[in-house]
């Protein structure tokens, strides 16, 4: 029992021995993690910091872009409610009338139901001059009811401010613009919309050729809609202030100082 009880003694002084140095081995890589997280913490701090600095890179950049290449500003339409119009054209006519028809005028079907729209049809929004504008409303029927038109009319086109040329240029420097927002905020956009005339297996590039057809137009638009949407998510746009439908308003909240994401 004596001889045993040394034995014990013995394999007990050696779990200790090795516990002992088990804690200092223990203590060692406690120190080198407490080394690594202030490591980390400082590389956290400098990175922050470098995204700071280059989300106020990217917002001066983008900044300069839209007010010396591309301006874009709200321009009010002269034109009269066709309700009032109407109502001067017919005595007959009740103020309820008018109310409704001013109503159904400032209103749009979208995604099912009816949303109201308090801008449509009383403003146009310019980019890169007050000539070339789209409506702030996204209805640009304008455009493929002309080429239509135009289709079914010869002569030469003496009109050089007629929708087919105002809208497809607006859209085309739209289009622009936001391929540069795309390489200075560094998002890849969900759609492919180049903004250069070139030669493709499905003919010239959008808003840039020929004239389009409605089916070609319309999916070229919604492409360029999508885009500004996935642009204003990336930057945290007020989703309050966005409409699917308006091109050129959802850029100028996307591009306005008063973004406080823009750059990120």
């Known amino acids: 029992d004596t001889e045993g009880l040394l034995r014990i003694k013995e394999e007990n002084q050696k779990h200790y021995r090795r516990a002992q140095r088990h804690q200092e081995k223990k203590e060692k890589i406690q120190r080198h993690n407490r080394k690594l997280g202030d490591l980390v913490e400082k ?16 917002r001066t950049h983008i900044l300069e872009l839209t007010s010396v290449i591309f301006p874009m500003e709200e321009v009010k339409t002269s034109m009269r409610d066709p309700a ?11 103020s309820s009338t008018v109310s409704k028809l001013a109503e159904a005028r400032r209103t749009t ?5 009816w949303v109201c729209d308090d801008h449509n049809g009383d403003t146009s929004i310019s980019i890169t ?6 409506p ?29 040329h105002t809208i497809s240029a607006a859209l085309c420097y739209a289009t622009q613009l936001v391929n540069t927002l795309s390489l200075i905020l560094d998002v890849n956009l969900p759609k492919k919309l180049c903004n250069r005339q070139v030669k493709t297996q499905q003919g010239n590039h959008e808003f840039c050729g020929f004239f389009l057809s409605r089916h070609r137009f319309t999916r070229a638009v919604k492409k360029l809609n999508a885009n500004i949407l996935h642009l204003c ?6 989703l309050d202030l966005l409409h699917p439908l308006h091109t050129l308003r959802n850029l100028m909240y996307l ?6 994401n823009l750059g990120r």
């Open 84 to 94: 009032d119009v109407s109502s001067e054209s017919d005595n007959a006519m009740t």
């Open 129 to 134: 001059g007050p000539w070339i504008i789209l």
């Open 109 to 113: 079907y979208l995604s099912g139901r």
């Open 136 to 164: 702030n409303n996204g209805d640009y029927s304008a455009y493929y009811s002309w080429v239509e038109e135009k289709k079914t009319t010869q002569g030469p086109d003496m009109e050089h401010n007629n929708p087919a």
């Open 233 to 238: 998510f990336s930057q945290h746009v007020n």
């Open 43 to 58: 590389k956290t701090h400098e990175l922050r910091t470098q995204y700071e600095h280059l989300a106020n890179l990217r």
């Open 255 to 260: 591009v306005s100082p008063d973004t406080e």
